[in-house]
């Protein structure tokens, strides 16, 4: 006999969706995860946030500005640019999928991406095979 899952209640990805922050979220998620790994490459190449600001031809406080997950003014093309200065490519991606919002179920192209120069194939959570 198959154990009864404790966890009563809606997922977290539910809880978004009907928060209505869902996107919001995931685009803060999607940077904060760019920015992590812009910043660990920085500190394997031992580049100063100066020494970034000065490669990319911008400021140090417009560079701060592009690792900082809460500031949504940074661009793909900025982002591409610190990525390739700390010897990396931002590759991106979107794919087909089915995920379920409330009772409706609908298709939304799902984005993950990251520095390591692989688009990852997987089905975001709720996804229906």
């Given at each position: 006999m198959k154990n009864?899952?404790?966890?009563?209640?809606?997922?977290?990805?539910?809880?978004?969706?009907?928060?209505?922050?869902?996107?919001?979220?995931?685009?803060?998620?999607i940077k904060s995860v760019i920015a992590r790994q812009i910043a660990n490459e920085m500190k394997k190449k031992k580049l100063t946030k100066?020494?970034?600001?000065?490669?990319?031809?911008?400021?140090?406080?417009?560079?701060?500005?592009l690792l900082d997950p809460d500031n949504g003014s940074a661009t793909i093309e900025s982002l591409q640019r610190?990525?390739?200065?700390v010897g990396r490519e931002l590759r991106m991606g979107t794919r087909n999928c089915t995920v379920a919002y409330?009772?409706?179920r609908e298709h939304y192209?799902?984005?993950?991406?990251?520095?390591?120069?692989?688009?990852?194939e997987r089905d975001p959570p709720g996804a229906i095979p």
């Open positions: 009864k899952n404790p966890r009563i209640g809606s997922s977290f990805e539910s809880w978004l969706d009907e928060a209505g922050i869902r996107e919001d979220v995931t685009i803060a998620v100066s020494r970034m600001a000065s490669l990319m031809k911008t400021s140090r406080a417009q560079f701060d500005r610190a990525a390739r200065i409330g009772t409706k192209p799902f984005l993950y991406h990251n520095l390591t120069g692989v688009v990852h």
